[in-house]
């Protein structure tokens, strides 16, 4: 089995420009998952601002590559004591494909103390070892749904918009905040429990890291929030084994229904 570390790998050729391999396996119908291409665009960006951590990106999705071989330009737009900015884009047969602005710093460092907080996560959540994996989209990655969310895969979602449940990482490899750009982008689309359809492209992605996670699987929760014009917004919240928030993301996604 090869671990995300392998498959998201990035190589400098020199500074600031860094070659890579759009693995075939982390794809959606032939389609590179948007928060795999995210985390390699974070690799650079941790290359080249010498800082360990992604806290806030925004990245545009401007044409899907196809998997081979691929190039990322990553520089430094601005360097503060405690944060530096990034644009990244990765590039493919000359052609920008998607762009990024990452804020980078070190979490490490930051105060633990949660002031305040309105999200916490669901005590209701059926514990990991009583969901289903979910097989059909990127069978690297070990999804498990919650029961209660799981109903499209019979042809019944619930109308709720909303799908829960666990994440893991292929080998059980432990998750940084560099992965946790695949995180928010890692569950099926939060459509599927409202109409199943096909591929559901992300346009733009915004995300914010909020803390190193711990050891084990990761608890993770995705809503649609609004269907039109032939787009859906969700949102995805994403806590540790230790019941951390460490991820929150917002997207826009392309959507067609049957």
């Known amino acids: 089995m090869t671990t995300f570390a392998e498959v998201s790998r990035i190589d400098q050729v020199e500074p600031g420009r860094f070659t890579a391999d759009v693995h075939p396996e982390w794809t959606i119908g032939g389609k590179p998952n948007g928060g795999y291409l995210l985390a390699m665009l974070g ?11 992604p806290v806030a990106v925004s990245a545009h999705y401007l044409r899907s590559p196809d998997p081979g071989p ?3 330009e990553a520089e430094v737009r601005r360097s503060g004591r405690s944060a530096s900015q990034v644009r990244a884009t990765l590039i493919q047969d ?15 460092t930051a105060d633990a103390d949660v002031a305040w907080s309105r999200l916490s996560p669901d005590d209701d959540i059926t514990p990991l070892e009583d969901c289903e994996r979910f097989v059909g989209i990127m069978d690297q990655l070990a999804i498990y749904l919650d029961p209660a969310s799981a109903g499209f895969t019979t042809g019944h979602p619930s109308g709720r918009g909303e799908l829960r449940g666990w994440l893991g990482l292929p080998g059980d490899e432990a998750f940084d905040t560099v992965s946790l750009l695949l995180a928010v982008d890692a569950f099926p689309p939060a459509s599927f429990d409202i109409s199943f359809t096909g591929w559901v492209p992300t346009v733009e992605l915004t995300a914010y890291l909020r803390a190193r996670p711990a050891p084990g699987p990761l608890r993770v929760q995705v809503r649609a929030e609004l269907i039109s014009h032939g787009r859906v ?5 994403v806590w540790d084994s230790a019941g951390t928030l460490v991820a929150q993301a917002t997207q826009l996604a392309g959507i067609r229904f049957p």
Do not use: F, H, K, Q
């Open 94 to 108: 000359g052609t920008p494909r998607v762009d990024a602005l990452l804020m980078m710093s070190d979490l490490g």
């Open 70 to 72: 691929v190039e990322i």
């Open 233 to 237: 917004d969700e949102t995805c919240r």
């Open 43 to 53: 690799r650079a960006a941790v290359e080249v601002a010498g800082r360990p951590d």
